[in-house]
């Protein structure tokens, strides 16, 4: 029988928007490495319970939660809600995010708005909430872009402008939180095939080319670093973005 210890055993986690794709992944990863784990939605409240039930059915702890994270009540009484069910609250992956891709001059200004609320005010109001509860040993893991560093294609401005304060506040939140020993990362996804970003999609056409290994990566792929980032062995890995792009920005 194998030994092996799971690397997130008694550990718990929030993973925001963890009904589909990226966030998805992480939320079964984590499951698998014995965390207990809560998904946020917005709408897909269908496939939030077939994450669920696809945990518990292979023996994990998982629960979804509807939040907005565009709503900030909705994402305090997310993680309270987190802490109180499982009796600790150890992981905050921030992933949940809105794209939208026109020129800046033909952006309505509610749209900008509200990217700005889902993608950053999102993420602070959620990183603020989970410090009432995090203790040493913490992990804060921001799911930022390579688009804030390299911008391949045009009517990306917005996006890019949040993901660059997702780096930003990575940075500046590690500095914060390092005495508590709490650690802050920010994983940059290049091309990676979902619904936001599909392989197969017209923004495909229009950057697929610009990937080194000469394809779209899975949502697995950034599932494997934030394990790993959530995980004992990376304690001293604080205030850095990493790429996890097949070459994209190279
Ligand atoms: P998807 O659009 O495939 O999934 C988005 C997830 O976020 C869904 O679970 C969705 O749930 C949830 N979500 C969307 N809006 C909200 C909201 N307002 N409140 C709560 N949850 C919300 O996106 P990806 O999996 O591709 O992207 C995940 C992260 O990775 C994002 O931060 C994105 O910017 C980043 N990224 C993705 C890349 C890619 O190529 N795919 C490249 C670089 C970065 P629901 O349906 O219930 O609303």
Known sequence: ????????????????????GIGAA???RFAREGAAVAITYAGSQGDAQQIVYEIQRDGGRAMALHADSGDAKAMQAAISTTAAEFGTFDILVNNAAMLRVRAIDEFPLDEIDRMLAINVRGPLVAIKEALRFMRKGGRIINIGSVTSDYVPASGLSVYACTKGAIASMTRALARDLGNAGITVNNVQPGRIDTDMNPADGPLAERIGHSIALGHYGNPTDIANMVAWLASPEAAFVTGTSIK???GTSA
């Open 1 to 20: 029988m194998s030994v092996l210890k799971r690397k997130l055993e008694g550990r718990a986690a929030l993973v925001t928007g963890g009904s589909r």
């Open 244 to 246: 996890v792009d097949g």
């Open 26 to 28: 992480i939320a079964k």
